[in-house]
């Protein structure tokens, strides 16, 4: 039995921004510009223009969320005192440009992000920075993804009171 494996080694950058909000208000405005994905009717829709048109206006600020879990629930009763959210943030209408290049781009797409407090009470958000890791897949397309992510979440850092990295 033949197997292929690649092993492939790519640069990543952790961006850490401070938000202007306490932390419990800083996750709930997150929420609210970055809504949940409603994934029910995704699943319901008949065309992918149908799915473009919901994702307009499902994710108004281009991103949607897939996932949220609460680290400081899981880790109650541990010695980590953190309080920290975790959200898988994105949007597949953009990252479908990458998928049907290279089904594996969907490692990326979407992004694992964190809002956390820091040990000083500062409001963090965590996330590393979509080009990257997209250009380590030798596609001039999937780069072009990663590039337009960039954008898409500099724009979000601003609307959430945060000073977007020059990086993006």
């Given at each position: 039995?033949?197997?292929?494996?690649?092993?492939?080694d790519?640069?990543?950058r952790?961006?850490?921004?401070?938000l202007?909000r306490?932390?419990?208000?800083a996750?709930?405005?997150?929420?609210?510009?970055?809504?949940?994905?409603?994934?029910?009717?995704f699943?319901?829709l008949?065309?992918?223009?149908?799915t473009?048109?919901?994702?307009?206006?499902?994710?108004?600020?281009?991103?949607?969320?897939?996932?949220?879990?609460?680290?400081?629930?899981?880790?109650?009763g541990?010695?980590?005192?953190?309080?920290?959210?975790?959200y898988l943030?994105?949007?597949?209408?953009?990252?479908?440009?990458?998928f049907?290049?290279?089904?594996?781009?969907?490692?990326?797409?979407?992004m694992?992000?964190?809002i956390y407090?820091?040990p000083?009470?500062?409001?963090?958000?965590?996330?590393d920075?979509?080009?990257?890791?997209l250009?380590?897949?030798g596609?001039?397309?999937?780069a072009?993804?990663?590039?337009?992510?960039?954008g898409?979440?500099?724009?979000l850092?601003?609307?959430?009171g945060?000073?977007?990295?020059?990086?993006l």
């Amino acid at each position: 039995m033949t197997t292929d494996s690649a092993f492939i080694d790519h640069p990543a950058r952790r961006l850490v921004v401070t938000l202007p909000r306490p932390y419990d208000e800083a996750c709930e405005h997150f929420e609210t510009v970055v809504p949940e994905a409603d994934l029910p009717r995704f699943f319901q829709l008949g065309s992918w223009k149908a799915t473009l048109e919901l994702a307009e206006i499902n994710g108004p600020h281009g991103f949607m969320r897939y996932y949220r879990s609460d680290l400081c629930a899981l880790m109650a009763g541990s010695q980590s005192l953190w309080k920290a959210t975790q959200y898988l943030l994105g949007n597949h209408t953009i990252a479908e440009l990458a998928f049907r290049e290279d089904a594996s781009a969907g490692l990326h797409a979407p992004m694992p992000s964190l809002i956390y407090a820091d040990p000083d009470g500062d409001t963090k958000l965590a996330v590393d920075q979509p080009s990257l890791l997209l250009d380590s897949y030798g596609s001039a397309g999937i780069a072009e993804v990663g590039r337009e992510l960039d954008g898409r979440l500099a724009q979000l850092i601003t609307i959430l009171g945060g000073d977007a990295p020059p990086q993006l």
